[in-house]
């Protein structure tokens, strides 16, 4: 097959984008359904890769490579493998899921809202697919701008300090993480009597790395600068500072992204550049990086409890959750692996949902104080159902997809570290706490004050609603029971990721 | 003196017989603007094809002094480029204020005529005489709103520290021949060559290498060296301050190229620990103070002294071992050129109306009430700031490349500017939350410029989106310009 689907996927949302662009401004809902239909083509394409993949052999595959700047051997190279797979098809997902969710709520200049998101889809495929590390890169740039205009315009009250400090935080870790690309390119360019071809292949520098071509030293400093720049966008403690604000102050759909794809750009970077191209100093910090996992999950966990705002509890709990995948990278287990990136996968499709269903309320109040609400329950019954049946499934009921992701990271990680495995499954408690106390202010009891003055305008979720949230719970479920469906496409990704860490593969 | 001699140096020629041009059309329709900017560019337009003759050529002339190579061809078309975007933008500036646009054309492209002789310059005293044919149209572009006392008190501190810093690379200069008996550049080279495998070096040349590298420094704007710039580019007319961050600052750079590479090359060691300081001083305190900076002329001329560091960068590659690092700042030179002309220009859209200030306030939902210029500007700060796939970001990629190959204390200064972009991101993007974050002012009109100021803003933009797509049309003809690769 010689289409290129990879670029088509990639850039398809582009030329959604200019295609929005001449579009009269006049004409918010052809814009916003034109947006709507790129979006839906990119998913079907990416339905369509993941199905060519799932039938196919293990490996990156689709591959395209086009010399781009050959003087130092720079290329277009796009190739996806089942983790990358994946990825895209959650992108792509939750884009179109996010477009929808915007077609209420976003009612002033929507049609630079709609470029922006279009734009953002572009960098967001592009950061999977890429597998020339300087492409990667640009990719993971092209993601910052628009998801600073996302939130800096159509945000909340403080917007611009929440959308500043997210690009600030995210730009101080990729440009170092620029300057150890560069360091990395050029080690392989030394190491291979001067020529730069592959120098910024993935897979070149990958070998290169496996077979000891990068020194002791050289790995500690390159992998502490991609460390950090993952670890900010993870985000990992103590580097999650940005987060809480910026999903406050982010529109919803601009949360169910951020906490849906932009989040596992960090895991991802982690899984695919971070750790095989530096196993050394992946060992040497392994125990460190596992301890500051665990205090992101109980952290996360115990600061959720006390949150007065939906949103920014919904964000804490984030961190918690997000913790686990770093813990699953990081104790190098086939089992824990596999579960960290399950868990990147329920966490976009879970936490999304929670950010839209915090939406909908938000649209009928303009208020998110956990305090002012209660008795929702008998208002809106399909939204409290809705609600409770994804606080379920964050809280990791068995039978949801939460459970198994986090279910394999025990089990990978209580072979490794029987007493991490422990203190964060006491974690479980805490979510529980948190967010079933959560729920039981909001919808239970009877209904408050506040509520009770908005009158009429507290009506059920409409079908626009529901259809945004209906493909994530239908997706939760079958993951929950199915999980298989994924994990067999992570297998070979899990045992290339520990042969380039240097773990032997047993099971 | 020969005729093949006026034959290399034609495009100089051509650029005075010009300037020259201008100011008789003048005599004969005075204050009519038509004219004089069909001559100008038309002229510009001559000069650019004679330089592109001489493309590829390589020669010499009045014994050594002036050299004709892909460095001075390259250097030359981008300080064309700079005069014809200078133009195009002031007129819809200075007609509305009374300011006579035949003038300054004719003062820049005398200007832009000394800058071209600083690119062939191989031999100091030239090097020296054309540096001051650049810088002293400069002064009196700094000075042109004679009524505005902020002109002129730019122009003034421009004019003194200017004349200072002229003053001690002369003095520098002197050292040098003194001590190698020429001024001939590969002359110098080649005597320092002998006197350093003799072991025989000088006290004196340390005290020349101070005065030069504070002379060129000055020009430069390199910290803290720059103490003129924020006043100067405040003060001038913005069109000024257009050419001003772009021009002499080019210009600079060609005299550290001809000067310290060309004839100081074999002294490397010894000043890139000096340019290692300055680089490093110069890009945290431009960063620094920009980031405080509530008037946008102001925050981009202490960005541009944050830019002179990361240029130094290069520079100071280039003496740590990477040849490279001259490409990687003729590359930077380049980009800044046209994104930071770019973002002067929406700037002078904006003051079209004479009394609007250049405060950020000015910005307050530029997206809304003008989207092109305020997606323009965008594009140009986030070049600027270094967002991929922009020209500013390969700018900066390059020079770091070069740093990082050189490695050592060089790495250390790549971090370094990398933490100083993510910090210029602050105030950068400050302006776009302006624009985009925040509602218009009421008095606020729209700006609707001219053609031929609409036609110098799409080429800023297409080019700065060029160098940023392909990056590799560009590097083909900095790898050429590089004459110092061995």
């Given at each position: 097959m010689n289409l290129p689907i990879l670029s088509l996927i990639t850039f398809t949302p582009l030329i959604g984008a200019i295609v929005v662009a001449v579009l009269p401004s006049r004409r918010p809902d052809l814009i916003r359904r034109t947006t709507l239909a790129f979006a839906l083509l990119a998913w079907v394409m990416s339905l369509v890769l993941l199905a060519a993949y799932a039938f196919g052999p293990a490996g990156f595959r689709f591959n395209e490579a086009i010399d781009w700047i050959p003087a130092f051997g720079i290329q277009y190279r796009v190739g996806v493998d089942g983790l990358s797979v994946l990825m895209v098809v959650l992108t792509t997902t939750l884009t179109w899921i996010s477009v929808l969710a915007s077609f209420g709520p976003i009612e002033d200049r929507v049609k630079g809202y709609m470029i922006s998101f279009l734009v953002l889809e572009v960098g967001m495929i592009g950061v999977f697919v890429a597998l020339d590390?300087?492409?990667?890169?640009?990719f993971w740039e092209i993601v910052l701008v628009p998801m600073y205009l996302i939130i800096g315009i159509w945000g909340g009250a403080n917007r611009v300090y929440a959308t500043m400090k997210f690009v600030l935080y995210t730009l101080?870790?990729?440009?170092?993480?620029?300057?150890?690309?560069?360091?990395?390119?050029?080690?392989?360019?030394?190491?291979?009597?001067?020529?730069?071809?592959?120098?910024?292949?993935?897979?070149?520098l990958q070998q290169f790395a496996a077979t000891g071509g990068f020194g002791d030293n050289f790995q500690i400093l390159a992998f502490l600068a991609l460390f950090l720049a993952f670890a900010i966008k993870v985000p990992m403690f103590p580097f999650h500072t940005w987060l809480p604000d910026a999903h406050t102050e982010a529109?919803?759909?601009g949360s169910v992204i951020l906490a849906g794809v932009l989040l596992k750009l960090g895991a991802y970077g982690l899984i695919r550049f971070a750790v095989p191209l530096y196993p050394y100093a992946a060992h040497t910090f392994a125990w460190p990086i596992i301890v500051l996992s665990v205090i992101a999950i109980v952290y996360g966990a115990i600061v959720s409890i006390v949150q007065p705002d939906l949103k920014r509890l919904v964000a804490y709990s984030s961190v918690s959750h997000m913790g686990f995948v770093t813990l699953g990278i990081f104790v190098f287990s086939p089992t824990a692996l596999q579960g960290a990136i399950l868990q990147m996968i329920n966490h976009g499709l879970i936490t999304g949902g929670l950010f839209l269903l915090v939406g909908v309320i938000y649209e009928r109040t303009h208020d998110r104080t956990i305090a002012k609400m209660g008795g929702l329950a008998a208002t809106m019954p399909i939204w409290s159902t809705v609600f409770g049946f994804f606080i379920l499934a964050s809280a990791g009921l068995p039978g949801l997809s939460g459970f198994v992701g986090e279910f394999l990271v025990f089990v990978g990680s209580f072979g490794i570290a029987p007493g991490i495995a422990f203190a964060s499954i006491i974690v479980m408690v805490l979510a529980a706490t948190y967010l079933l106390w959560m729920f039981q202010r909001v919808a239970f009891g009877t209904l408050s004050d506040f509520l009770q003055g908005l009158g009429g305008h507290l009506t059920d979720m409409n079908r626009t609603e529901m259809a945004t949230l209906i493909p994530l719970g239908v997706l939760i479920v079958v993951l929950g029971l199915f999980p298989s469906v994924v994990l067999?496409?992570?297998?070979?990704?899990?045992?290339?990721?520990?042969?380039?860490?240097?773990?032997?593969?047993?099971? | 003196m020969s005729w093949s001699d006026v034959g290399t140096i034609a495009p100089v020629v051509i650029a005075v017989l010009v300037a020259a041009a201008v100011l008789i059309v003048d005599m004969g329709a005075p204050g009519h603007r038509e004219p004089i900017v069909v001559t100008a560019l038309g002229g510009l337009g001559l000069v650019a094809v004679s330089i592109l003759i001489q493309a590829g050529h390589t020669g010499s002339a009045f014994g050594g002094a002036y050299s004709l190579d892909n460095l001075t061809v390259f250097l030359d078309m981008l300080f064309v480029a700079i005069a014809a975007l200078t133009i195009m933008f002031a007129g819809d500036y200075l007609e509305?204020?009374?300011?006579?646009?035949?003038?300054?054309?004719?003062?820049?492209?005398?200007?832009v005529t000394g800058a071209m002789l600083v690119a062939g310059s191989t031999d100091l005293l030239l090097l020296f005489v054309a540096l001051e044919l650049m810088v002293l149209p400069g002064y009196m572009l700094a000075g042109f709103a004679r009524q505005d006392p902020y002109s002129t008190e730019g122009a003034i501190k421009y004019f003194l520290l200017g004349s200072?810093?002229?003053?001690?690379?002369?003095?520098?200069?002197?050292y040098v021949w003194g001590i190698t008996g020429t001024t001939r550049v590969d002359g110098v080279a080649a005597a320092l060559t002998t006197a350093i495998a003799h072991g025989s070096i000088q006290p004196g040349l340390a005290m020349g290498l101070a005065f030069m590298s504070a002379g060129v420094a000055f020009k430069m704007a390199a910290v803290p060296f720059h103490y003129w710039t924020p006043d100067a580019y405040q003060g001038s007319p913005t069109p000024v301050t257009a050419y001003l961050s772009v021009g002499p600052k080019v210009g600079a750079f060609a005299i550290a190229l001809r000067l310290f590479v060309g004839a100081l090359g074999p002294l490397k060691a010894d000043w890139l620990p000096v340019v290692i300081v300055l680089a490093a001083a110069t890009m945290t305190l431009g960063n620094l103070v920009a980031i405080t900076q509530d008037n946008v002329k102001r925050m981009l001329a202490y960005s541009s002294i944050a830019h002179t560091g990361y240029i130094l960068v290069g520079l100071a590659a280039y003496a740590g071992g990477q040849a490279s690092g001259l490409s990687a700042i003729l590359f930077y030179g380049a980009a800044y050129t046209f994104m930071n002309m770019g973002a002067f220009a929406v700037v002078t859209a904006l003051q079209r109306r004479p009394g609007v200030s250049s405060q950020i306030a000015t910005f307050a939902g530029l997206g809304r009430r003008d989207p092109w210029l305020g997606a323009l500007m965008a594009l140009f700060l986030l070049s600027l700031t270094g967002i991929p796939p922009l020209a500013g970001f390969w700018a900066k990629a390059y020079v770091i490349l070069a740093a990082v190959q050189a490695g050592g204390w060089l790495s250390a200064l790549a971090v370094l500017a990398m933490i100083n972009a993510a910090a210029a991101a602050f105030y950068y993007l400050r302006v776009v939350v302006y624009m985009y974050m925040r509602e218009p002012a009421e008095e606020a009109a729209p700006s609707s410029p001219g053609l031929l100021f609409r036609a110098g803003l799409a080429v800023t933009g297409v080019a700065t989106l060029i160098f940023g797509f392909f990056p590799a049309l560009v590097t083909a003809a900095t790898n050429a310009a590089n004459v110092f690769h061995g």
């Open positions: 590390l300087f492409l990667f890169y640009i101080v870790g990729s440009l170092l993480m620029l300057v150890a690309i560069l360091a990395t390119a050029f080690a392989y360019q030394v190491g291979h009597g001067g020529s730069w071809v592959g120098a910024f292949d993935y897979v070149q529109p919803t759909a067999d496409l992570l297998r070979a990704p899990a045992q290339a990721f520990l042969a380039a860490a240097g773990v032997a593969v047993g099971g | 509305p204020r009374g300011l006579p646009i035949a003038e300054f054309s004719a003062v820049l492209i005398f200007a200072f810093s002229s003053a001690i690379l002369l003095f520098g200069l002197a």
